[in-house]
């Protein structure tokens, strides 16, 4: 079984900075992307930012230029740096991997618990 844990959220005000992070744990014989998603209350989940195993990034058009993934592949980490929050990014965050667990087992894809972001002043 993997473990995702997610860490970082919090309260921030407007126009201030955030960092997640989100570690992979357990039985990962590799991992391909990971990556980040949020939901706010009422909304779908959707897609904030993902990158691949070779640092390939992309990123959803409302975060461009104010957030930034990068991973820590020795660590089996993800992170997210958040600048210049405004008030709608507040959400749960949750972070995600697509793993496989053995050379001979198929990939798929596990989730953290989520992390509570709030930007308010």
């Known amino acids: 079984q993997v473990q995702l844990v997610e860490s970082g959220g919090g309260l921030v005000q407007p126009g201030g900075s955030l960092r997640l992070s989100c570690a992979a744990s357990?039985?990962?014989?590799?991992?391909?992307?990971m990556g980040w998603h949020r939901q706010a209350p009422g909304k779908q989940r959707e897609l904030v930012a993902a990158?691949?195993?070779?640092?390939?990034?992309n990123y959803a058009d409302s975060v461009k230029g104010r957030f930034t993934i990068s991973r820590d592949n020795a660590k089996n980490t993800v992170y997210l740096q958040m600048n210049s929050l405004k008030p709608e990014d507040t959400a749960v965050y949750y972070c995600?991997?697509?793993?496989?667990?053995?050379?001979?087992?198929?990939?798929?894809?596990?989730w953290g618990q989520g992390t509570q972001v709030t930007v308010s002043s």
């Open positions: 357990g039985r990962i014989f590799s991992i391909n992307a």
């Open positions: 995600n991997a697509n793993v496989r667990e053995s050379a001979l087992w198929n990939w798929n894809t596990y």
């Open positions: 990158v691949t195993s070779g640092g390939s990034t």
